[in-house]
C-alpha cells in the first residue's frame, strides 16, 4: 500500500502550523477531524473549502465526508465572520423572557435575517441555542462576551456602537 | 497517591486557610462573571489588603441563585451579599469584624433551606480549578478507597444499592449499566461523560463542569475502575467555554497529582481522560450519535442493539453517563449506596439539580431530594412568579418534555410520576411560564427546535416534524382547521411510535402534553381566531364567498 505524504501547507500563514499541531498530536487519524476543524475555525474565523480540503487530505478522510462533517454541525460556519458579532440567544428560558422580540428588532436595524453579515462586512447577527446562562435570561453575546438580562435599548445600542466606529 | 498523602494536602490547606480570619467567596461562573465578577474579586482583594484585614479572596463556582447574581459569600460568618458591584468592595472589607452590610445581604434562607446538595456540595465552596482544594474536601478518597479496599465489583454493588439512575433524563440505572459494561468481554473499553448538554434551557452540567470539575473526573476514575477501562473521554458543548477550560486545567492538575495517568494510587490501575469539543448538534446527546461524533463522524444515531456497553466507541464496550451521574459517584463510593438510597422517594434515589429559570424570582440552580413537589421548587425555592402575573405551566425535560399546568403541581419529583403526568425528569430543565405564554406558540417552539435539529436519517422524525410545525404554524396564525388539529394528533403518534432514537420519539411530547393541558388553547386558536395570551399574530378570518 503506498504510503499517503500529508499535504504541503496551503500558505505562510501561521496559523496553518497550530492546525497541523492539533492533527499531528492526534496522530493524523481519521476520527481528528472535528477536532482539526475546530482548531482551524478557531484560528481563522471560518472554514473555507481551502481548509476542508487540506485537513481532509491531511487526515485521508474523503471530502464529501469532511464537507458533510462540516455542513452537519451548527458550530461551523462557511462564511467569514463580520467584523463584530451578536449572537441571541434563542433557548426556552430566552424565548419565554422574549428574545424573538429581540431578534426581530435586530433583523430589522441591521435588514438581515440571521445567520447572514451585512453587506459592508461589520456586523453578524447570529443566534445560539442555548449558552447555559438562563437564569440571567434573555441573554445576548457582544463578540463572545455574554450580557444577561438584555433590552432592546441596550442591545440596539451597542449595534449604534458597532456602526459608528 | 496514598489516603495518607491526601490527608496531607488537605490539612496543609485548612492550615494555610485557617490563617485567615475571614474567607471571601465570589460567584464566577457563567452567570455571574457576565456581570463582571472578576472585577469584583480584584476589587475585593485590593480592598481587603487596603483596609489592613486578614482575609482571603476566593474565586469558586456558581452559588446557585443567578438571580441575585454577582454573589459574595463571607466565611465563618456565612454571610452571603447579592447584587454586588465593585464599587462595593471597601464597604465589605470595612464591615468584616463588625456587623454585615444589610442592603446587600441576601435574605433567602427558604431558597436555601429546602435544598440537599450533593452533586453541588463543593459549588461555590472551592476554587474550581485547585485540585488541592477539592482534595480539602473530600475529594479523590473515594477513588482511593475504591482502588485500594473494594474490588470493581464491590463498586458496583455500591452503585446498585444506591438506586442511583441515570441523571440524563433516560433514567437507567446506573449500576445495571455498569455490570453490563462490566461483563462484556473485551481488552479495551471506554468511559464516556455525556456533557452535550443540549436542552436549550438546561445548564445543570455547565455548572458542576465550572465549579467543581474534579468531581466529574474522580466519579469517571472509579466508574473505569469498576468496569475495566482505561481510557475516557468527556464530551462537551463548545459553547461552554469556560466549563472546557477548568476542565482542562483540571485534568492538567489531576495528571500532576497522579490521579490519573498511570498505577494511580500505587495500584495497577490506569486512566486517562481527554476532552471532546461538540459542535452544536442536540441529537449528540443521543449516546449512538455522541459516539459517532467522537469518532470524527457525523452525529447521526444508530438502531440498538447492540448497545454501547457491548459495542461503543471503535466497537468497543463503552460506559456512557451524564455529567450529574459522575458527579453523584464519588459521594456514593464515600459514604455509601444505603445513604445515597435513604434520600428521595421509593423508585428515583438521591437528589436532582435543576435548572430553575422562566418567569420565575429566584432564577438558578437548585438541588432537591427527589419525591418532593414541584409546587415546593416553584413557589418556596423559587420564589413563584413575579408579582402582577399567575402562574400557568412549568415545563420539564426541554423540547422531550412537557408542560404540566397547575393543577399538576402536587405531584412529586420523580421519574415515573413526570412520565404518568405526560412530561419527563429529563436532564433537569425547569421553565415556569406565565399567563402571557400562549401554549400553542410554546409547542410550536419545541417544535420548531426538533425540526432543525432532527439529523435527517430516519423519516418520522426528519419529514414529521417538519409536518407538525407547519400544522402548529397554521393554528397559530389563524388558518389552521379542527381537521388540521386531527391531523396533528395523528401524526405525533406516528413520529413517537416509529422514530430510530430519543429525539424523535419524544419530539411529540410538549404538542401532546400542551393538547392534554391546554386543549382550549388550541380551540381558541382554530375557532375563535384568538390567542388568549395575545403572543399569535393570528389573521382575520377569511370570508368565504357564498
Known amino acids: 500500500m503506498p504510503t499517503l505524504t500529508p499535504p504541503p501547507l496551503p500558505s505562510d500563514d501561521k496559523r496553518w502550523k497550530i492546525v497541523n499541531g492539533t492533527m499531528r498530536k492526534n496522530g493524523f487519524a481519521r476520527h481528528a477531524l472535528i477536532e482539526t476543524l475546530h482548531t482551524v475555525q478557531s484560528a481563522f474565523g471560518y472554514l473555507d473549502d481551502e481548509a476542508i480540503r487540506f485537513v481532509a487530505l491531511s487526515l485521508r478522510v474523503p471530502l464529501s465526508q469532511a464537507y458533510g462533517v462540516v455542513t452537519f454541525y451548527h458550530y461551523f460556519s462557511l462564511k467569514p465572520p463580520g467584523k463584530h458579532t451578536m449572537t441571541i440567544c434563542t433557548g426556552t428560558a430566552c424565548y419565554i423572557k422574549g428574545t424573538d422580540k429581540l431578534l426581530a428588532a435586530a433583523e430589522q436595524r441591521l435588514g438581515i435575517p440571521q445567520g447572514q453579515t451585512t453587506k459592508d462586512g461589520l456586523i453578524s447577527l447570529t443566534t445560539a441555542r442555548c449558552v447555559g446562562a438562563c437564569g440571567r435570561a434573555p441573554v445576548v453575546l457582544t463578540d463572545g462576551e455574554l450580557h444577561g438580562q438584555m433590552t432592546g435599548e441596550d442591545m440596539l445600542a451597542q449595534l449604534e456602537r458597532w456602526t459608528a466606529e | 497517591m496514598t489516603i495518607e498523602e491526601l490527608d496531607q494536602i488537605a490539612e496543609s490547606v485548612r492550615t494555610e486557610n485557617s490563617k ?154 446506573t449500576g445495571l449499566k455498569w455490570s453490563t459494561v462490566a461483563k462484556a468481554p473485551g481488552d479495551q473499553k471506554y468511559v464516556i461523560c455525556n456533557g452535550d448538554e443540549g436542552d436549550p434551557g438546561a445548564f445543570m452540567d455547565r455548572s458542576v463542569l465550572e465549579s467543581d470539575p474534579q468531581r466529574v473526573i474522580e466519579g469517571m476514575a472509579i466508574a473505569a475502575y469498576a468496569v475495566g477501562a482505561s481510557k475516557g473521554y468527556i464530551y462537551v458543548r463548545a459553547e461552554y467555554p469556560l466549563a472546557v477550560s477548568r476542565l482542562t486545567t483540571s485534568i492538567r492538575e489531576a495528571r500532576r497529582r497522579g490521579l490519573l495517568g498511570t498505577n494511580i494510587g500505587n495500584t495497577p490501575f490506569n486512566f486517562d481522560v481527554e476532552i471532546r469539543l461538540g459542535a452544536g448538534a442536540f441529537v449528540c446527546g443521543e449516546e449512538t450519535a455522541l459516539i459517532a461524533s467522537i469518532e470524527g463522524r457525523r452525529g447521526t444515531p444508530r438502531p440498538r442493539p447492540p448497545y454501547p456497553a457491548m459495542s461503543g466507541l471503535w466497537g468497543k464496550p463503552t460506559l456512557i453517563n451524564n455529567v450529574e451521574t459522575f458527579a453523584n459517584i464519588p459521594p456514593i463510593i464515600r459514604k455509601g449506596g444505603r445513604w445515597f438510597a435513604s434520600i428521595g422517594s421509593a423508585r428515583s434515589k438521591g437528589t436532582k439539580v435543576f435548572a430553575l429559570t422562566g418567569k420565575i424570582r429566584n432564577t438558578g440552580l437548585v438541588e432537591v431530594p427527589m419525591g418532593i413537589k414541584l409546587r415546593e421548587i416553584i413557589e418556596v425555592i423559587g420564589g413563584g412568579v413575579p408579582e402582577g402575573h ?75 416534524t417538519a409536518q407538525m410545525f407547519t400544522l402548529l404554524t397554521r393554528i397559530c396564525d389563524g388558518s389552521g382547521t379542527m381537521d388540521d388539529l386531527a391531523l396533528l394528533e395523528e401524526l405525533c403518534s406516528t413520529v413517537k411510535e416509529t422514530s430510530l432514537c430519543g429525539l424523535g420519539q419524544t419530539a411529540p411530547n410538549p404538542v401532546l402534553s400542551t393538547l392534554k393541558y391546554f386543549r382550549h388553547e388550541y380551540i381558541d386558536h382554530i375557532v375563535h381566531k384568538r390567542c388568549p395570551a395575545g403572543v399569535c399574530n393570528l389573521k382575520a378570518p377569511v370570508e368565504v364567498p357564498a
Open chain 2, 390 to 464: 399567575t402562574f400557568k405551566a412549568v415545563q420539564t425535560g426541554g423540547p422531550s418534555g412537557g408542560c404540566l399546568p397547575a393543577e399538576m403541581l402536587d405531584i412529586g419529583v420523580s421519574y415515573d410520576a413526570l412520565m404518568a403526568a405526560g412530561s419527563i425528569m429529563g436532564s433537569g430543565g425547569m421553565i415556569v411560564m406565565d399567563d402571557t405564554s400562549c401554549m400553542v406558540n410554546v409547542a410550536r417552539f419545541f417544535v420548531e427546535f426538533c425540526m432543525t435539529e432532527s439529523c435527517g436519517k430516519c423519516i418520522p422524525c426528519r419529514a414529521g
Open chain 2, 20 to 173: 485567615f480570619d475571614h474567607e471571601i467567596s465570589v460567584c464566577m461562573g457563567t452567570g455571574c462573571l457576565s456581570q463582571h465578577s472578576d472585577q469584583l474579586k480584584d476589587a475585593l482583594a485590593k480592598s481587603v489588603s487596603a483596609a489592613g484585614k486578614n482575609a482571603f479572596v476566593r474565586r469558586t463556582g456558581c452559588m446557585g441563585l443567578c438571580a441575585a447574581g454577582p454573589l459574595v459569600l463571607v466565611e465563618p460568618e456565612d454571610t452571603l451579599y447579592q447584587h454586588v458591584k465593585a464599587e462595593n468592595a471597601d464597604a465589605i472589607a470595612a464591615s468584616l469584624d463588625k456587623e454585615p452590610i444589610a442592603e446587600l445581604q441576601c435574605e433567602l434562607r427558604e431558597h436555601f433551606d429546602q435544598q440537599v446538595h450533593v452533586v453541588l456540595e463543593n459549588s461555590g465552596r472551592i476554587d474550581p480549578e485547585k485540585i488541592d482544594d477539592y482534595i480539602a474536601r473530600d475529594g479523590y478518597r473515594a477513588l482511593l478507597t475504591a482502588l485500594n479496599d473494594m474490588t470493581p465489583n464491590g463498586v458496583i454493588r455500591q452503585i446498585t444499592e444506591s438506586g442511583l439512575r441515570g441523571r440524563g433524563g433516560g433514567g437507567y440505572p
